[in-house]
């Protein structure tokens, strides 16, 4: 589907990010805003009750971290802080969906100063294993991991040790020493991406002021992604833009915003080009089409090859590991991968649909968990034939295959249905051609579409169709 349009600046931002995450040098710092679309509250909403106590207004209240303060001096203790903290963040929570878009992308370092658990959550159920740093003594000891997560302000499950008042501010670099020095390193050799963060934390300010020492105009660019103030509030755009020309001092962009929904549709930019030569072979086969009387083996024949020319082609492989389909192709792709000695965990990505004796309604709930991380994972979805056999031992289109292109559609991935393997494919195939300016918007593709719906091609031709489509969606991407 056509996505809205980006600003030059939106695109800028989008390329360069997606060009750090595939050289390995990007990093996310995650701010409060991140997590309020869960149900969590910002520094404001998390000392309101704090504020009215001792006869004051939070919304009057420039400086929140003297605000804590103030409520440890009057109280001798911080207890009612870390109250506070336990009934504002120790609940549950499900991950957004701007959670699990950073999850599916080749992150592997984050920091944030929020202290709820929705990152971890997210990059786990995203198959990922994360190495939580929360104190000084989770230093000392390492782990095979996909990404490590620095939480420098703390955790729920310890409100104690939350950074929060002046006191703790004073002392965070006597403190927190290798939170304070690994941030430096990775602001001079990463380039971040700032979500959901306001630049007012003491500690940032302290440390990006270091590193601009350190390194002057030399400095890593970042980025910061910034809602401005609505067309009314004129005092409010005249000091954003003072506020962003400041941020330049420390290298960062901001990259602009009219609402908060716009973030989503960058991160969805981001991971379809970092993803665009990932390739999410969608299918099941019991027969090879529902017009003839092809062979089984057929069908395996055009999975395997099609595995090994996206490999061949340097294109990498997404696969659920479908029957008929999906595990064909991953054989193609294995066997291509070993006569070039290349890395399969970097080529091919294998989540098989989990099975387990459960009730139907949850195996459905799993299954479609599934498919929406599997298809985030790729840049382009094909389609191959998409049939079962039900109770009554009859061949029927797959509802599966359906609803995975129902959810590519969402993600607004380029589909590519071969529609004479029949079944759920020849009726995605009808879809498109119906509207190729809303599945293909700017390409001539109408060539390519219509070979797929030849009987006489050969496996072989089905295969260098799809793979020129492939080729064609990633150079789209690129452009």
Same mark, same amino acid.
């Given at each position: 589907?056509?996505?809205?349009?980006?600003?030059?600046?939106?695109?800028?931002?989008?390329?360069?990010?997606?060009?750090?995450?595939?050289?390995?040098?990007?990093?996310?710092?995650?701010?409060?805003?991140?997590?309020? /679309?869960?149900?969590? $509250? =910002?520094? #404001?909403?998390?000392?309101? &009750?704090?504020?009215?106590?001792?006869?004051? %207004? *939070?919304?009057?209240?420039?400086?929140?971290?003297?605000?804590?303060?103030?409520?440890?001096?009057?109280?001798?203790?911080?207890?009612?802080?870390?109250?506070?903290?336990?009934?504002?963040?120790?609940?549950?929570?499900?991950?957004?969906?701007?959670?699990?878009?950073?999850?599916?992308?080749?992150?592997?370092?984050?920091?944030?100063?929020?202290?709820?658990?929705?990152?971890?959550?997210?990059?786990?159920? /995203?198959?990922?294993? $994360? =190495?939580? #740093?929360?104190?000084?003594? &989770?230093?000392?000891?390492?782990?095979?991991? %996909? *990404?490590?997560?620095?939480?420098?302000?703390?955790?729920?499950?310890?409100?104690?040790?939350?950074?929060?008042?002046?006191?703790?501010?004073?002392?965070?670099?006597?403190?927190?020493?290798?939170?304070?020095?690994?941030?430096?390193?990775?602001?001079?050799?990463?380039?971040?991406?700032?979500?959901?963060?306001?630049?007012?934390?003491?500690?940032?300010?302290?440390?990006?002021?270091?590193?601009?020492?350190?390194?002057?105009?030399?400095?890593?660019?970042?980025?910061?992604?910034?809602?401005?103030?609505?067309?009314?509030?004129?005092?409010?755009?005249?000091?954003?833009?003072?506020?962003?020309?400041?941020?330049?001092?420390?290298?960062?962009?901001?990259?602009?915003?009219?609402?908060?929904?716009?973030?989503?549709?960058?991160?969805?930019?981001?991971?379809?080009?970092?993803?665009?030569?990932?390739?999410?072979?969608?299918?099941?086969?019991?027969?090879?089409?529902?017009?003839?009387?092809?062979?089984?083996?057929?069908?395996?024949?055009?999975?395997?090859?099609?595995?090994?020319?996206?490999?061949?082609?340097?294109?990498?492989?997404?696969?659920?590991?479908?029957?008929?389909?999906?595990?064909?192709?991953?054989?193609?792709?294995?066997?291509?991968?070993?006569?070039?000695?290349?890395?399969?965990?970097?080529?091919?990505?294998?989540?098989?649909?989990?099975?387990?004796?459960?009730?139907?309604?949850?195996?459905?709930?799993?299954?479609?968990?599934?498919?929406?991380?599997?298809?985030?994972?790729?840049?382009?979805?094909?389609?191959?034939?998409?049939?079962?056999?039900?109770?009554?031992?009859?061949?029927?289109?797959?509802?599966?295959?359906?609803?995975?292109?129902?959810?590519?559609?969402?993600?607004?991935?380029?589909?590519?249905?071969?529609?004479?393997?029949?079944?759920?494919?020849?009726?995605?195939?009808?879809?498109?051609?119906?509207?190729?300016?809303?599945?293909?918007?700017?390409?001539?593709?109408?060539?390519?579409?219509?070979?797929?719906?030849?009987?006489?091609?050969?496996?072989?031709?089905?295969?260098?169709?799809?793979?020129?489509?492939?080729?064609?969606?990633?150079?789209?991407?690129?452009?």
């Amino acid at each position: 589907m056509q996505p809205e349009p980006f600003t030059p600046q939106q695109q800028v931002f989008i390329r360069s990010y997606a060009k750090h995450l595939e050289a390995g040098n990007a990093a996310v710092f995650a701010g409060a805003g991140l997590s309020r /679309a869960a149900g969590f $509250v =910002d520094w #404001k909403d998390l000392l309101k &009750d704090v504020a009215r106590d001792l006869g004051l %207004d *939070v919304n009057r209240e420039l400086d929140l971290v003297a605000l804590a303060q103030f409520n440890v001096n009057y109280r001798q203790n911080r207890s009612q802080l870390n109250e506070a903290i336990i009934d504002n963040f120790f609940k549950q929570a499900k991950p957004t969906s701007n959670h699990y878009l950073l999850a599916r992308m080749p992150i592997q370092t984050i920091w944030t100063t929020n202290y709820d658990q929705l990152i971890e959550r997210a990059f786990e159920e /995203a198959g990922k294993v $994360v =190495d939580v #740093k929360l104190t000084t003594e &989770d230093f000392g000891w390492q782990r095979a991991r %996909d *990404v490590i997560l620095y939480k420098m302000h703390g955790d729920v499950r310890q409100p104690q040790l939350a950074v929060l008042t002046k006191d703790d501010y004073e002392s965070y670099e006597k403190d927190h020493p290798l939170f304070v020095e690994n941030l430096k390193l990775d602001l001079v050799t990463k380039t971040f991406l700032f979500l959901g963060f306001s630049f007012t934390d003491p500690n940032m300010e302290y440390i990006l002021g270091r590193v601009r020492m350190l390194l002057g105009k030399n400095a890593h660019q970042h980025f910061a992604i910034m809602k401005d103030p609505d067309s009314s509030d004129t005092y409010g755009r005249q000091r954003l833009e003072f506020w962003k020309a400041d941020l330049r001092r420390f290298g960062v962009e901001t990259v602009a915003i009219k609402e908060y929904s716009e973030v989503e549709k960058l991160l969805a930019a981001v991971s379809m080009t970092v993803n665009r030569r990932n390739v999410f072979v969608a299918g099941s086969s019991r027969e090879f089409a529902a017009d003839t009387a092809a062979p089984r083996s057929d069908s395996e024949k055009l999975g395997r090859l099609l595995g090994q020319r996206l490999i061949e082609t340097e294109s990498n492989l997404v696969s659920g590991f479908g029957v008929g389909i999906g595990e064909q192709c991953v054989l193609g792709a294995l066997r291509a991968l070993y006569s070039i000695n290349d890395d399969a965990r970097k080529r091919v990505i294998v989540r098989p649909f989990p099975t387990a004796l459960v009730e139907e309604q949850e195996q459905r709930a799993r299954n479609t968990r599934t498919r929406w991380d599997l298809i985030s994972r790729a840049g382009t979805v094909v389609f191959i034939a998409g049939n079962k056999i039900d109770s009554e031992n009859k061949l029927r289109v797959s509802q599966g295959v359906l609803e995975e292109f129902g959810i590519a559609k969402e993600l607004q991935r380029f589909i590519i249905p071969v529609a004479v393997t029949g079944y759920a494919a020849a009726e995605i195939w009808k879809e498109v051609t119906q509207n190729p300016d809303l599945f293909y918007p700017g390409m001539d593709v109408k060539d390519h579409l219509q070979r797929l719906a030849d009987p006489a091609l050969s496996v072989a031709d089905l295969a260098e169709t799809v793979l020129q489509m492939v080729q064609m969606a990633a150079q789209a991407r690129e452009s």
